[in-house]
């Protein structure tokens, strides 16, 4: 009989305004690698941290092995056996491997044996087949290797239950097989492993069983021969594609943006756009599907001028921006609505007023010469918060105080007031309550009627369906094809956001 | 977050408070203050003092006469403009930790003038004095900010290392080739022409500087809250990805603000060699480009209010000597000094946290 490892029953954990998780129950068999698969915000990491003891559930019970637990802290979760693997690994960079794995083990006494633990290392890692050197230095192994250690460093401390966040969001596709290599084995010794991801694809060839979440409840649980990526993605983004706008005809001519061959690279210095190529005409509203983290981020970013371009070529109006300021962009008409709107699109501490002149201050609107006119600059904001029906108690209180929706309603009168020509929208709608979702999809219509060009980043199709006149679809950086509003079939975006080409997956769907 | 004491199933944890309310941002200092007068007063019983007695003679010899009053102005106006020389960098988080050499490098460049080209009617000396300060000041804040804008080198541990330098090349002018040949050998420059000098209020010692204090404070404020240059010196301070995605310049505007920042100590030197001291000596200052610290910090960086702070320091240090000369030691001055910043910027994770227990019923503390 398989042992249940993890049950967690009715598990409901509530934030200021949010509820991030909702009745949710969830198990891990022992010798399963478990799925937690869902879009960004659909509760899956504050699962797993009510799991590893970062959070309390306000609701709900835990139970390791068939015991119920109450964890107050990670080091009580530690000592059950759960082990979590962050994103963000939490080493010590001038220590060894060694040092880092026995560091703050509650196993060890007062006084530490290293050249015992590095022994008792090299066995255990070699058992797993973690390929770690004991004396090496944290800061000279590579990601993928510093993602072992810290799994050591679990393995060490008893872990019996291993969770991991994200794990192969930054590893070469050769790293990410040697992991589920590595996570296979500890199954086969009766360990279980629980992955939070969103990557479809990886799912199929590596899990056992899959929960998908969403809106921060469980939707379904899956076992993984009997599902399919299709199944998967329709329960990911619910699945109910309607609702679609009437998009009015409106003539486009005229190419606005253009993007040729253009490749950038990202934050780790890996090629995250390659030779994208991309047109946008006015009144044209271009959606952008792709699973994240395929250069979606790293696109919206070279557009902005915010990120260097390393080949090919940047138009806007038919002029050449490559390689310009931000500010020759920002005045050329490009406006950026950041993923980030708190901390990007905003600065948190400041007031409504400040910030409604963040993109134009150097302009006559804000004041005449070295001077900001705050008289009138505040009874433009009183006119903008009005529009676009902000709340907010008085205009002088920092912006941080706002909710998400207020933020981003704040945000778009902000952007839509300097009248751009070229508007790219980064996952506008996400995490916002539906009064906001409609503003941002009214705002945006408005606009494609007003003749701006659009790109629509979005993770969801059903958002990217009602509101594109073209979707195209990014994977690993590529452009892997366009399809027109006319001929959207969800099957064939889905094949295209896993990574084939157009050609291919049209055939595919033609053919079943 | 995880909990700071845990007891079955309860934790106390530390919270963000939403809006900052304005009776915390007010009553914090004061009870601070108090607080680090309490610990003060502790430490000079157990040394065999009244402390009642001891801040009661601080206070009147810092604020009870006439005399007492005007030292505290003259004490107020270099803390005022270094201070004033520091906020400016704070709020775009430079911690130009400099002043204190950014201060002797004005000083320095003001003694040059005064030795070598006082020959005009005071005014234009006098200006010429300034703006060599200012100059002086400014580029040697460049040393340290030039690195941090270009290669983000780390600006506290530079401009603290540089003010060791500024301070020892004074020592080496002054022990060295500025050595006033009819000194005696003492180490004092010659004293400056009358030209040189800044003209004083009345028969106090209290020197036009204060003026220069006065109008710095009006200018930053001013050019802080009112002009767009301000703007994005705030907004750079706030949020360095907002100002990047607005399109602002954030090197260009390190080496701005480190240059005023550097200048404006660099008059607060100038302010000292011209009308206190009248010559450039050793000991020129006694770390007000150090207090200056803690007075934009206790000021909250509001120039305005740095006038009310830089004038209870400058009682605090005349209150110090006050009771150096009635026979305590100096180091109990430093010591409360040090207590008030203490407990200030301890105090200021009350106005931004709270504490609450959790897990049970929820319940503020």
Redesign the interface.
């Known amino acids: 009989m398989e042992t249940m490892l993890v049950k967690m029953v009715s598990i409901t954990k509530k934030f200021p305004g949010v509820i991030a998780n909702r009745n949710v129950d969830f198990e891990l068999k022992a010798g399963q690698i478990h799925a937690l698969l869902g879009e960004n915000g659909a509760g899956k990491s504050t699962l797993m941290s009510v799991l590893t003891g970062l959070y309390m559930p306000d609701d709900g019970e835990i139970h390791i092995k068939g015991r119920k637990v109450s964890f107050t802290s990670p080091r009580d979760a530690i000592s059950a056996g759960i082990g979590m693997v962050h994103q963000h690994f939490r080493l010590v960079n001038s220590f060894s491997v060694a040092e880092n794995i026995v560091m703050g083990s509650s196993s060890e006494g007062f006084l530490i044996d290293m050249h015992e633990a590095e022994k008792k290392l090299a066995a255990f890692s070699e058992d797993y087949g973690l390929n770690v050197i004991p004396k090496a230095k944290v800061w000279q192994l590579s990601v993928g290797e510093q993602q072992r250690v810290e799994i050591v460093k679990m393995l060490y401390r008893g872990a019996e239950i291993l969770v991991l966040d994200e794990p192969t969001a930054v590893l070469t596709p050769q790293e990410s097989r040697e992991l589920f290599a590595t996570l296979r084995r500890m199954t086969d010794r009766g360990k279980g492993v629980i992955v939070i991801t969103h990557k479809l694809q990886e799912v199929m060839e590596n899990a056992d069983r899959i929960t998908v979440l969403r809106d921060g409840q469980s939707v379904a649980t899956f076992n993984v021969r009997d599902t399919n990526p299709k199944e998967l993605a329709q329960a990911m983004v619910g699945r109910d594609i309607t609702g679609s706008y009437e998009l009015p005809e409106i003539t486009k001519c005229e190419t606005i943006l253009q993007l040729k061959n253009l490749s950038a690279y990202g934050d780790r210095g890996q090629i995250a756009l390659k030779e994208i190529n991309l047109a946008v005409r006015r009144g044209e509203i271009v959606g952008l599907a792709g699973v994240a983290g395929n250069g979606q981020k790293e696109l919206a970013e070279v557009i902005a001028g915010l990120r260097e371009v390393a080949g090919g070529k940047l138009h806007f109006l038919g002029k050449d921006y490559t390689g310009k300021s931000v500010r020759q962009i920002v005045d050329a008409g490009v406006s950026l609505i950041p993923e980030d709107r708190l901390g990007t699109g905003l600065v948190g501490s400041l007031d409504a007023v400040s910030n409604s002149i963040l993109k134009n201050y150097r302009l006559k609107d804000a004041g005449r010469g070295w001077f900001i006119n705050w008289r009138s600059v505040r009874k433009c904001t009183d006119k903008l918060v009005k529009d676009y029906d902000v709340k907010l108690t008085r205009l002088e209180a920092p912006v941080k105080l706002l909710s998400g929706g207020n933020l981003q309603k704040l945000l778009l009168a902000r952007e839509m007031s300097n009248n751009p020509e070229i508007i790219v929208a980064v996952y506008p709608a996400r995490g916002l309550d539906i009064g906001a979702i409609e503003t941002v999809r009214n705002t945006l219509l408005k606009q494609r009627e007003q003749g701006k060009a659009i790109v629509l980043i979005s993770e969801e199709l059903e958002e990217l369906f009602a509101l594109s006149d073209r979707i195209a679809v990014i994977h690993e950086g590529e452009i892997m094809g366009t399809v027109d509003r006319d001929c959207l079939d969800l099957n064939e975006i889905g094949m295209m956001m896993a990574g084939e080409r157009k050609e291919l997956a049209n055939g595919r769907v033609a053919s079943s | 977050m ?2 700071l004491l ?1 007891v079955k ?1 309860r ?1 106390l944890t530390i919270e963000k408070r ?2 900052i309310s304005k009776a915390a941002m007010i009553l914090n200092p004061i009870l601070s203050v108090a607080l680090a007068l309490l610990v003060g007063g502790t430490f000079l019983v157990l040394t065999g003092h009244d402390p009642l007695e001891i801040y009661s003679t601080m206070l009147k010899g810092a604020f009870g006469s006439a005399y007492g009053l005007s030292e505290t102005v003259v004490k107020a106006i270099p803390l005022l403009l270094s201070g004033l020389a520091v906020s400016v960098a704070f709020r775009m988080q430079l911690w130009n930790i400099g002043a204190e050499g950014q201060l002797y490098f004005g000083a320095i460049a003001a003694t040059w003038v005064a030795l070598f080209h006082a020959d005009g009617s005071r005014i234009i000396v006098l200006s010429m004095m300034v703006g060599a300060a200012f100059v002086a000041g400014g580029l040697w804040a460049m040393i340290a900010a030039i690195p941090r804008a270009f290669f983000k080198v780390n600006e506290t541990i530079t401009t603290l290392m540089l003010n060791y330098v500024a301070i020892l090349y004074s020592n080496y002018l002054i022990y060295g080739p500025w050595k006033d040949p009819e000194g005696y050998n003492f180490p004092l420059t010659a004293i400056f022409p009358e030209s040189a000098v800044l003209p004083v209020l009345g028969t106090s010692r209290i020197h036009f500087g204060l003026f220069f204090g006065l109008a710095a404070a009006l200018i930053l404020y001013v050019a802080l809250w ?4 301000g ?2 010196i ?2 750079i301070g ?2 360095p ?2 100002a ?6 954030i090197v260009k505007n390190i080496l701005i603000v480190m240059f005023i920042s550097g200048g404006l100590a660099g008059i607060a030197g100038m302010a000292e060699v011209s009308g206190i001291s009248q010559r450039l000596q050793p000991g020129l200052s006694p770390g007000y480009g150090y207090t200056a610290i803690i007075v934009a910090w206790l000021a909250r960086l509001n120039p305005f209010t740095m006038l009310g702070v830089s004038f209870i320091f400058g009682g605090l240090l005349v209150g110090g000597y006050t009771m150096q000369t009635s026979g305590l030691p100096a180091a109990l001055v430093s010591m409360l000094q040090g207590a008030i910043l203490f407990f200030v910027l301890g105090g200021e994770i009350f106005t931004k946290y709270r504490l609450v227990l ?2 049970g019923d929820r319940k503020e503390v």
């Open positions: 995880a909990g845990a199933g934790a939403g809006d009112h002009t767009k240059w703007y994005e705030r907004v706030e949020s990805v907002a990047r995605y607005a399109g602002m310049n959790t897990g």
